[in-house]
């Protein structure tokens, strides 16, 4: 049995397909509600549906657990409430490394790369818990993403019980299927292509760093097949552990971004720049670039797709079909 925490999220869900398709049994712990999250699950159901609430006296007298990979997290960039935030992306976190280490279950968990804050040089997005203390992330995200790494990092060095394996995997800018219930938070892939359906030419925000032009604000795009792959690499690998970027390696502008759904959608390269909203500025990382050495040394040798090619299977195979979903 597998568990599966954020299983009906978008990069939760898009996992459980991967182990459902090697006809693994999984629990995911997440919540629906009323929404369409549940159609992240339309092709591949779970063994169980667990509430965080519920996932304590779960485990209790839970099945035999084969491995725990933690996606659950409230991941909004924006979010306010620090209290609501800690508990979900700290404690659920803390708390579901001290029971894999007292039941040797392996854990696979989520980072993020918005802990690198304002990093701005690829020499400065170095993972592995030797080298995350000084970051200082921009939001209550990754200041909480941070938080968790750094406790981690302390229960090694204080030589308490961990997980046989565990690995940290810092997600760049992570775009595909299944985000679709994502409201603000989802990627900017599909808001570009939102745009052409709509009859606007993509919309970029202007850039709020006087040395950069606009669009020409660089991130590590990721297709979420890759990072699905790096996943199951890792449940493979059982003896590699440690705290691990999950991008390309590659930034990329968000003008190229753009005129990548432009040329997916056959339509016109076009862009519009926008002012930034005031609650996103200082907050805004301008570049991001993952250094994946790391992972390379681990073992790690899938190629990682290209923007045009990530973007193009997505438009094509995905948003321009009537049911969407992985």
């Known amino acids: 049995m597998i568990i599966v925490t954020g299983g009906a999220g978008f990069i939760g869900s898009c996992l459980h397909a991967a182990l459902r398709r090697r006809g693994l049994r999984t ?20 063994d169980r549906i667990v509430s965080p609430e519920e996932l304590p006296e779960f485990l209790e007298d839970a099945p035999e657990i084969q491995a725990v990979f933690h996606m659950g997290a409230i991941s909004s960039t924006t979010a306010r409430d620090g209290d609501l935030v ?10 579901l490394w001290r029971w894999c280490a ?19 040089k690829p020499e400065m997005f170095l993972d592995g818990v030797d080298n995350i203390s000084h970051l200082k992330p921009l939001n209550l995200y990754g200041w909480s993403k941070q938080s968790f790494d750094v406790w981690v990092k302390r229960e090694l060095q204080s030589g308490n019980a961990a997980p ?31 745009d052409l ?20 604000q660089m991130r590590d795009f990721i297709w979420v097949g890759d990072v699905v792959d790096v996943m199951m690499w890792l449940f493979d690998h059982p003896k590699v552990s440690g705290l691990f970027n999950c991008g390309t390696g590659v930034a990329r502008s968000y003008l190229d971004l753009a005129y990548a759904v432009c040329d997916a959608a ?36 899938n190629s990682f797709t290209s923007l045009e090619d990530g973007i193009h299977q997505y438009v094509r195979e995905y948003l321009m079909k009537p049911e969407p979903n992985l």
């Open 266 to 301: 056959q339509r016109e390269r076009a862009v519009e720049f926008v002012d930034m909203p005031e609650k996103l500025k200082g907050q805004y990382q301008s570049y991001t670039c993952a250094n994946m050495q790391r992972l390379r040394d681990a073992g790690y040798e």
């Open 86 to 95: 800690w508990h979900s992306n700290v404690t659920l976190s803390q708390f």
């Open 197 to 216: 359906q709509k009859g606007f030419a993509p919309k970029l925000f202007r850039s709020d760093v006087p040395s950069i032009p606009d669009g020409q």
């Open 27 to 46: 629990v995911i712990v997440d919540r629906l509600r009323e929404g369409v999250k549940w159609r992240n699950l339309l092709s591949h159901a779970p």
């Open 102 to 120: 007292r039941h040797h279950v392996p854990m696979i968990y989520a980072s993020s790369a918005a802990t690198y804050g304002a990093a701005d």
């Open 164 to 194: 046989p394996q565990w690995a940290g995997l810092k997600f760049f800018n992570v775009y595909g299927p299944n985000e679709y219930h994502k409201g603000s938070m989802i990627s900017v892939v599909k808001v570009k292509y939102d």
